[in-house]
């Protein structure tokens, strides 16, 4: 660990009660709380102060908790649209994009912003992360979090669906320190999750986190960042697709950031969040009333998942109830759910690629007709100021100009296996 960046220049605070403590290197939840609350950073500079662009995503380390730079990061670049604002009369619709576009000046090389979280997250460990880092994921966090632990030798376990293998694609060859099991075909994420969190009760294994990760959540924060610093004000709408709906937690914890900052102005930011019908979790909850998110049959869950387009969506049980998670975050923000059909997101991707000149990945496509629905229907004024966040681009491109391999599984597991047998493919891994 490099000891210039040790975590001396933030706190953690539980969003529940408002309580301040220490990092202890690893900490996921405030201690001694009653009710389950999600803890945020409290950063010893109020006013942003954006780095060199050389530093790839550390620019923003200000606010970041890490402890240490890696070598590789791209940050997320914010233009003004020409092409899709002209197409919806829009005057000031901006695009934070995540990927591959070497001409904007980002070079993701697994094309998703997944790789803010995954940077931020391996560059707050420190001395007291020992062990191996388990990540759950139905695919764009998998190959972030393989490419950028391989590059710097960390060790990482992946808990991936079978079916969710095509995502696993490559530039070059992961190192050994990366391995990777699967739950069966015709599991989803959920089962994956469930896989992991057995395999962290085993000892030199511990949990990533998701979205109880302060650093996970400020590295995907940045997309805000971006845009923010870039438009010299906090725009009045937020466009996102969802899965567990971290990312716009994170947007909305920036912006909150960036009001005190004092230099951007107060809006609040509507988050206006998308998911991928008919899998519709937080839609359903969110156009209900509900806190809590509605039952949901497993098998009934599974068959939505393989149904959309925009499978790293597919998330049963997002951060969404508990405090400071998504439901709050939307009613802070004045924001809206919005659902997207398969048809109009391939429409979407089509157009942008079209208009913006460039290829985006299904959960952004998702979010982009979200946006164009939204317009159609005159619910927005067409000179507000408008953020697309576009999570994922340019994986065609990358893929023309790149020699592309394919990471596989170590082990494939039947759904829910006992932790004896974990055990032992565990100690065949590592």
């Known amino acids: 660990m490099n000891p210039e960046f040790a975590p001396t220049h933030y706190l953690l605070q539980s969003i ?44 923003y380390d200000d606010w970041l908790p890490v402890t240490r730079f890696l070598e590789g990061s791209s940050a997320p670049v914010t233009y003004k649209s020409q092409g899709l604002a002209k197409h919806l009369g829009l005057e000031n619709l901006y695009i934070t994009f995540s990927g591959y576009w070497p ?21 707050r460990m420190s001395d007291v992360s020992q062990g191996v880092l388990v990540v759950a994921s139905a695919g764009n966090t998998a190959r972030a979090f393989a490419r950028v632990c391989s590059d710097n030798d960390i060790p990482l376990l992946l808990c991936v669906p079978e079916d969710a293998l095509d995502a696993m694609w490559f530039d070059t060859t992961i190192k050994d320190c990366v391995k990777m099991v699967c739950t069966r075909t015709g599991s989803d994420y959920f089962d994956a999750i469930h896989l992991s969190n057995k395999v962290v009760t085993l000892p030199g294994y511990y949990a990533e986190g998701g979205a109880r990760n302060v650093a996970r959540r400020d590295g995907m924060g940045t997309t805000t960042l971006s845009a923010v610093t870039t438009i010299g004000r906090i725009p009045d709408y ?46 359903n909850a ?31 049980f997002p951060p969404y109830p508990v405090h400071g998670g998504l439901y709050d975050c939307l009613k802070a923000s004045g924001g809206d759910v919005l659902k997207v059909t398969n048809e109009e997101a391939l429409a979407a991707a089509d157009l942008f690629k079209e208009l913006e ?64 047998e974990i055990k032992n493919v565990m100690n065949k891994l590592f």
């Open 286 to 316: 969110w156009k209900a009333g509900s806190r809590q998110l509605l039952p949901l049959d497993d098998n009934e869950a599974r068959r939505q998942s393989e149904a959309i387009i925009a499978n790293v969506l597919a998330n049963r």
């Open 238 to 283: 937020y466009f996102q697709a969802i899965g567990s709906g971290t990312g716009a937690i994170a947007a909305w914890e920036a912006v909150d950031r960036l009001i005190v900052d004092g230099r951007y102005g107060r809006n609040k930011m509507k988050l206006m969040v998308s998911q991928n019908d008919p899998f519709l979790a937080v839609y």
């Open 103 to 123: 001409e904007k000046g980002v070079n993701m090389r697994t094309c998703s912003f997944k790789e803010t979280e995954a940077y931020t997250v391996c560059g």
């Open 16 to 59: 529940k009660t408002g309580q301040q403590f220490s990092d202890q290197g690893w900490t996921l939840d405030a201690p001694n709380e009653k009710e389950a609350t999600l803890i945020r950073t409290v950063y010893e500079e109020v006013q942003l102060q954006v780095k060199d662009p050389s530093l790839g995503l550390f620019r």
């Open 357 to 420: 000149g460039i290829d985006i990945l299904p959960a952004a496509a998702v979010a982009a007709a979200s946006l164009i629905s939204i317009v159609k229907e005159g619910r927005i004024a067409n000179y507000a100021t408008i953020m697309l966040n576009i999570t994922g681009g340019g994986k065609e491109r990358f893929m023309s100009e790149h020699d592309i391999v394919y990471m596989q599984p170590d082990h494939v597991f039947e759904i829910n296996p006992p932790v004896e």
